[in-house]
C-alpha cells in the first residue's frame, strides 16, 4: 500500500472519533499544540535551516525563500494563530434549521465535520500548521502536502503536533503530512474519493488548474485573483487614487491586489495626471494602450496577455472605458472571479456593477485588499474561493463544514 | 464550434440577462411555460410515441418504458410543477447574512444564481420540464442532456418551453437541449469549466460514477441509494414491523428505499417471525446469512456484493447485529452516505446512531422513504444530494444557488 493510501485510509477510520469531540477538548488540543511549537523552536528553526539552505542551492527567487524562511517570531506567529482558533465558536454540532412537518416529524439540520481534507500547498511552513488547526478545530482530519522544497520543516512541524495530539488522547492521525513530494504521489490524491472528502489548493495559477483539472475528488478552488478597479465618471478624485494605490501597492504579491485600473475617459481627462504621479511615486509600472502613452511616456504598450495576468507584483494595466457596462465587459472577458471594486457617486452605476459584476467580492468605494476572512470578521481562513460551489470568497471554520439532517419521529412511514 | 460548446458558450451570455429578471418576471414564464406545455400536448404526445416505439423495438425495460411513456395526465403534472415552482418563494437576492466591520465596512452575503447548470439524466421527459422550471426560478441557463431514448420527446418539449420564453421575452438560450446524444458529446460537458458552472448527473450509479470521475466542471452528485433500517433491541414491535414494510415496499425503484434491515438478535429472538410473515406477504425476497435460513428456508444465501446492492426492487437483504456499534460498523462498511434509520426506544443508542452514522439524512423511528424535498418542505427538488460539499441530502432551489458578498465603503483602505 501506497504512503498516500495508507494514511488516508487511517484519516477516515478516525473520522467518527474526530467528530464526536467536544469544543472543550478540541480547543485544549490547540492549546497544547500551540505550547509545543513553541517548546520545540530550536529543532523547527534547525529543520527549517536545511530548507532555506537547500532552497538557496537551487536557486530558489526571494520571494519563495521569504516566504519558506521561519524565525522565533513566525513560529510564535503561528502558535498565536493556533490559539486564536481556540477562542472561535464551533461550528459542529449546531442546528442551522429547525422544520416540524404535519406529519408530526422534526427534522433538524446540524453542522457536521465534512472528514478528511487534503491540502495541496507550495513551500509556506504556517500553512501547516494554519490547515492543521483549522481542520482540528471543525473535527476534520487533515491530510496536507506541502512542498518539496519544505519538507524538512513540515516533517518537523508536524511530528510536533503529533506529540500534542497523542498528549491530549487525540490519534495522532488527525494531521498528517505525505512525505513523498513526488508530483506522482500528490496525483494519487485526485482519485481517492472513498477516502478524501475534499480537496482544497493553495498555492499559484498552474497547481490549482492541475487539480481541479485531474482530482475526481470534490475541489475547493482557491484565490487566483485578476482583481480590477473601476474609477466612473463620478469618482470622488482623492478617494479614487486612495483606492487605486492601496489596492495595488499595499501588498503587491496577493490574491486580491489589483491588476487592471478601468478609468471612464470623463474622470481621465480631468483628474488622471494625478493619479499617474501617485502611481509613479510608488513605483509602479504600466501596462496600457496608444492613448496611456499620451498620458504617460514611461507606459508600456499592453498585450493581451496583459489583461489577464495576475502580477503579483508592482504592475498594473490600465484601460479607458466609456462606461460601467464598458468597464463590467471587460471584467468579463478577464476577470477571474474574485474581487472587483468601483469608485463611484452615481448610485445606478454602482448597482449596476454590483449586480452585474460576477465575483466573489464586489466593492464600492473601497479597496479590493478587503478581500480576506480576517477582514471579514471570520476570525481565521483557509483560502479565498472562487468557485461557486460550497463557499465563494473568504473561507473561515463554516466552509470546512458540511450538514446532516436528523430526523425524529413517532413511527412515521410513508403514505 | 460543437453543438455543445455553441450552446454552452450562448448560455453563459446570458447569464447576466437571467441574474437580473425580477421574480415577477420569472413566476410570468413559469406560468407561460406551463400553458405552453398543455396547448402542445397533441405534439408533445406524438413525439413521445416515436421514442415509446422505439423503444419497446430496441427491448427497454418495462420499467424504463413505464418512466419513459407520456399520457395526458402526465402532461398535466408536468405543467402543475412549473405553477407549483412559480408559487416557491425566490432566493435570489436574499441578503443572507450583513456584516457591519469596525472599519466602517458593510459587508453583505447575497444568494445569487449558479450560471449555468448542466443536467445529465436518463430517459424521463418530466425531468426535463423540472429542470429548466427550477433552473430558471434561479436565474440560472440550463444545459440538458436527456437520454437518446427520450431525445423526440424532450427535443418537442424544450421546443414548447423555448417559444413560451421568447413569447415573455426571456432569451430562449434559458433553457437549451443538447441534441446529439453520442457519449463523446456528453463527454465534452465534463470539461467545459469555462462555461458551466456545475453538473448534476442524475440517473443511476454507472451514470454519476462516470461523471464524478471524469469531470472538472464542479459536480453536485445525486442519489445512490443503498439505506438501512436497524431495529434495535428495544424496538416497538409494530412499529418496527411496519417502519420496515414501508421502508422497503412502499416504492421499492427508489433511492430512499431501504436495501437492508439490520436486526439486534435479541429483537431477532423475540419477533423475527412476525417481521418474516409480513415481508413475504409483501413479496419481499430476503438474503442473509446461514443464520436467516434458519428462521426462513426461503432466504437466499446472500453473497458479499448482496450487502452493497441497491436493489430498487422487492429484495432485501437482512443481517443479525448484537450492538448499535455493530450495526454502525455494517453501515459504514456498505452505506452510501444517503438515509439511515435506527427503530429504538433507547436514548443512548439513538444518539449514537444519530450522530455517529455519516449520511445526508439519518432516521429515529420513521421510514427512510422521507428523504425528499417535498416531504422536507421545500416545495420541489432537483435531486438528492450524497456528498458533502454545497448541498447534502435533498436539494430545492437554494441548492441553486450561489452566493456574493457585496461590501460598502466610504473610501476604505486596507492600513
Known sequence: MSEILGKAKRAKEITYQLASLSTIQKNEALQVMASALESDRDAILSANAVDVENGRAAGQTKTLLDRLTLTDSRICDMADGLRQVAELADPIGET???????????IEKKRVPLGVIGIIYEARPNVTVDAAGLCLKTGNAVILRGSSTAIHSNRQIVQCLQVALDQVGFPKEAVQLIEDTSREAASELF??????????PRGGASLIKTVVEKASVPVLETGVGNCHVFIDESADV???????????????SVCNAAETLLIHRKWADNHLPTLLTDLHEHGVELFGEEELLK????????KE???????????????????????????R?????????IVSETAEHVQDFLNGVDAAAVYHNASTRFTDGFEFGFGAEIGISTQKLHARGP???????????MIFGEGQIKP
Open 96 to 106: 442551522i434549521q429547525t422544520m416540524d412537518r404535519p406529519n408530526g416529524l422534526r
Open 191 to 200: 482519485t481517492l474519493n472513498e477516502y478524501l472528502d475534499v480537496l482544497i
Open 305 to 331: 496577455h496583459d489583461w489577464a495576468e495576475e502580477y503579483l507584483d508592482l504592475k498594473l494595466a490600465v484601460k479607458f472605458v466609456d462606461s460601467t457596462e464598458d468597464a463590467m465587459d471587460h471584467i
Open 333 to 341: 472577458t478577464y476577470g477571474t472571479k474574485h474581487s472587483e471594486a
Open 238 to 252: 482623492e478617494m479614487a487614487r486612495s483606492i487605486a494605490i492601496n489596492a495595488k501597492t499595499q501588498r503587491p
Open 295 to 302: 498620458w504617460d511616456s514611461q507606459a508600456t504598450i499592453a
Open 395 to 405: 473561507m473561515g471554520l463554516e466552509a470546512l463544514t458540511s450538514t446532516k439532517f
